[in-house]
């Protein structure tokens, strides 16, 4: 946006300085945006890969397919995942970054311990990669991956823009902005608001929770000990906290088990309105979800959504809104080679180097004096020299000059930096 912005800024200027206080203007207005946490910085648009990978969602639903076909759960899995990603840094694949010795990255923050899906997340990129090398942004991959996988589970079809790129920071600390299980709507409200989020997408988002598990860890207390007071929370249905009784033990009694629940006690692996119904009948697994039966700020809302038509509709606004938290740019990100690691950025120069083949002697032709072969002048003894970062290659373009009125979505190539680091 910034970029885009400054361009406009520039054109505006030429028209004189009877622009300038409108420029002025304009220019607090993009700078004020600039600082908000959820300003859309990169550009998405449906059909990025039509040029430069046109197979790539083709790639992305057929392994989301295989394996939903033996695990339906995972459309759970990649929607939090989706969720925990976007709203930690922005859509910019930073959940999928391995810890290195001098990092500790957002995966291991408590409430992504235990987020899951990341092999199948490995296994689209790796098809990618074999397909079109360092185009497709792993971002984008959770991205349409989740898309699939919702409507796998029986969710609504919806279109994802495209074109993010992946980030280059992970931090642990920085997922500590995920609300917690046991918030109030003020708590988790104030929480989505920081990053951009209404009201209504908490209520529509935490549909989410109609497909998938949750750890007895993340709600025990609802069972036994209630914010202390011994009892379970009076907002349960009273024979369901029986039956999870039954399944997740007290943490007094120090068990080091954690069984999981499903979180939608009507339908776990389908994606519909299920779980609104149970808010009503006081269902709710994790208190963030039965509080929004009891706020009069959001019981209209759950009301609304117990009609699976008015949930998709809003479903389709409110994830669209989640996919596009401070997308990366091609300024601000990069396409990860592997979808684990941030590309690296330098480059040692080789300690050997390839040799030419080797000079097959002739046989003496009569008359012609023999040709003695030339041995190859040895190559320069190699040093392992300081680490130069390797210089971008020249832009090439892939594609004839554009016409005009022409609009094309592929990645400029020289974003793309070397394909792995050869000599780490
Ligand atoms: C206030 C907001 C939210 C809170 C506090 C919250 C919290 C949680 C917790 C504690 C779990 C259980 C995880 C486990 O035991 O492994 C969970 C599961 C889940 N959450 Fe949320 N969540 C929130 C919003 C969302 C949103 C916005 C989405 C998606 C758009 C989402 C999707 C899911 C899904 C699909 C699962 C099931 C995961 C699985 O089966 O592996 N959640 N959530």
């Known amino acids: 946006m910034m970029g885009r912005s400054s361009k406009n800024t520039n054109r505006s200027t030429r028209t004189g300085g009877r622009c300038a206080a409108t420029l002025s203007l304009l220019l607090s207005v993009v700078t004020c945006l600039a600082q908000m946490p959820w300003h859309v910085e990169g550009t998405t648009t449906v059909g990025f890969y039509a040029t430069s990978c046109p197979n790539a969602e083709t790639i992305i639903q057929q392994e989301v ?74 971002a984008d991959i959770i991205a349409v991956a989740t898309r699939d996988a919702v409507a796998l589970a029986g969710g609504p079809s919806y279109q994802v823009k495209t074109g993010r790129f992946d980030g280059r920071r992970s931090k642990s600390s920085d997922a500590n902005i995920l609300p917690s299980p046991d918030s109030d709507v003020d708590q988790a409200s104030s929480a989505f608001a920081s990053q951009g989020l209404s009201l209504n997408d908490l209520v529509v988002l935490l549909g989410a929770h109609t497909t998938g598990f949750a750890h007895c860890g993340f709600f025990s207390d609802r069972l036994y000990n209630f914010q202390g007071t011994g009892q379970p929370d009076p907002t349960m249905n009273p024979p369901l906290v029986s039956r999870l009784k039954g399944i997740c033990p007290n943490p007094a009694s120090g068990s080091s088990t954690d069984p999981t629940v499903s979180l939608d006690q009507g339908t776990r692996d389908t994606f519909d309105s299920s779980y609104y119904s149970q808010l009503q009948k006081h269902n709710g697994i994790l208190r963030i979800d039965q509080v929004l039966q009891d706020d009069p700020r959001t019981s209209p809302l759950v009301s609304r959504f117990t009609d699976a038509g008015a949930f998709f509709t809003s479903f389709i606004s409110s994830i669209t809104t989640l996919g596009d938290l401070n997308v990366k740019s091609a300024q601000t990100g990069e396409v990860r080679l592997d979808c684990r690691r941030i590309n690296p950025i330098t480059h040692t120069p080789p300690t050997t180097r390839p040799t030419s083949p080797p000079i097959t002697p002739q046989p003496p032709v009569s008359g012609v004096p023999p040709v003695t072969p030339r041995k190859p002048p040895s190559p320069p003894p190699l040093r392992k020299g300081p680490r130069i970062p390797l210089p971008l290659p020249p832009f090439r373009p892939h594609f004839p000059p554009m016409r005009r009125g022409e609009r094309r979505h592929h990645r400029p190539h020289h974003t793309i930096r070397i394909p792995f680091d050869p000599f780490p």
């Open 65 to 138: 397919q295989s394996r939903f076909n033996s695990d339906p759960t995972i459309s759970a899995g990649l929607l939090r995942m989706f969720f925990h990603d976007c709203f930690v840094q922005g859509c910019d694949a930073s959940i999928l970054i391995d810890p290195t010795p001098g990092n500790t990255p957002e995966k291991q923050s408590g409430p992504n311990l235990t987020l899951r899906g990341f092999d199948l997340i490995d296994a689209i990129k790796s098809k990618l990669e074999a397909e079109c090398p360092g185009i497709v942004s792993c």
